[in-house]
DNA sequence: GCTAAGTCGTACAACGCTGTTCAGGTTATA
DNA sequence: TATAACCTGAACAGCGTTGTACGACTTAGC
């Protein structure tokens, strides 16, 4: 069963896309944007987005997806792989004001959709950092004194917080990832180890 | 005028109390309960509430000021003054979870209150600990190489982190300040320098 | 070019929240 | 104990939101 549904109209699937599209960035930028709102944003009158979304969790689902499915395309591209402390550097410069997004959207979800769901959706992109964490450990890079979900909490924990900086007026967007690469591999060195002095390495 | 309206009945000085801790609450948990809540929690009827506050900005106003007050008696019992480390270890073992329930109200206040009346309130806890950070700093305890406010703020970033993973259920309250110790007094160390043992120092 | 799928604006009912009014009951205080 | 201050529940208007229904218009696809 299933099979014949595909006869939807390239009208029908560009509004469908532009729809969860609008609803990423509302919703990204305010967890509690109205549909009305969204609709807007996609040029797109509110009646025909209920045409293509039963309920508000749904929009906020296909929102969810949608930056999920991106994060995974731009993780594919990065090299998590060789010296963890340069991993991680990698990392945080691709990912954090994505990550940043993901946040409010987050916010929104928590409130619309089920926890399980939740946990779904995220677990894939989650699963990868907390390997990486976890690498290091294991290669002496990475202090172990504290738990991996810890430490991973904490990478993101300050990637929110540069974003936070840059809405609030007190940070510039170009040197937000040095600053959080500079605190996290401080944060993660091992006690009795010396920090890594910023851009040495290598 | 006004110097004869201290004629305010005690059975109303106890509601008003009731209602602004209720409010301090009940916004601590979500930004957003509705007023019936709050007055609920208060132990009071929802008209009793609109005698005493005006709109529901007073509200969260007067939410927000008991909380800064609140905040500012324990501050006031820390001594903040000797070795930068132990000074702050003893300013996040006191004040972690203090720090995140104004976090929730503070979000309530960004929506509800003007950005001038959020900074003046928000103004004589945040200084404190920006002096403090600045004297670890020019006493070479703490690194240079960041901005004063940047480190203040990834320093709060990981208080909340730690009440995040606390309600998800992921770490317990007693480990709290131990973690949050570790990680920061780790990210603020000077690159170059080794961080410093957990638990290690006096 | 015909037809069905898609879109549009308007209008509707239901809900919850805010803020106000009113009439009647309770309690502090002098 | 008298009285004014206080508390109360119920009820109302106004607002924005969600979700649905309708009739008319436009457009994709064969």
Chains 1, 2 share one sequence.
Not at 64 to 82: F, K, P, Q
Not at 140 to 154: C, E, I, K, S
């Amino acid at each position: 069963m299933g099979s014949k549904s595909t006869t939807k109209r390239a009208d029908a699937l560009r509004s469908i896309e532009a729809i969860a599209q609008a609803a990423a960035e509302c919703l990204g930028r305010n967890p509690e944007a109205s549909l009305s709102e969204i609709a807007r944003a996609a040029g797109v009158g509110r009646v025909t987005l209920y045409a293509h979304f039963a309920s508000r969790a749904e929009v906020v689902d296909a929102a969810m997806s949608r930056a999920i499915d991106r994060g995974n395309e731009v993780l594919d591209t990065i090299d998590l792989t060789g010296d963890p402390l340069l991993a991680l550097a990698r990392y945080i410069e691709a990912g954090w004001h994505l990550v940043d997004q993901a946040r409010a959207l987050l916010a929104a979800a928590q409130r619309e959709l089920s926890a399980g769901r939740i946990r779904e959706l995220h677990a894939g992109p989650a699963a990868r950092v907390e390997a990486l964490v976890a690498r290091g450990r294991a290669e002496g890079a990475f202090r172990t004194d504290l738990p991996v979900a810890w430490m991973v909490n904490v990478l993101h924990a300050v990637m929110h917080s540069a974003a936070d900086e840059i809405r609030a007026g007190r940070l510039t967007s170009d040197r937000a990832a040095d600053h959080i690469t500079a605190t996290v591999l401080a944060a993660f060195t091992p006690p009795g180890r010396p920090v890594p002095e910023p851009g040495g390495g290598a």
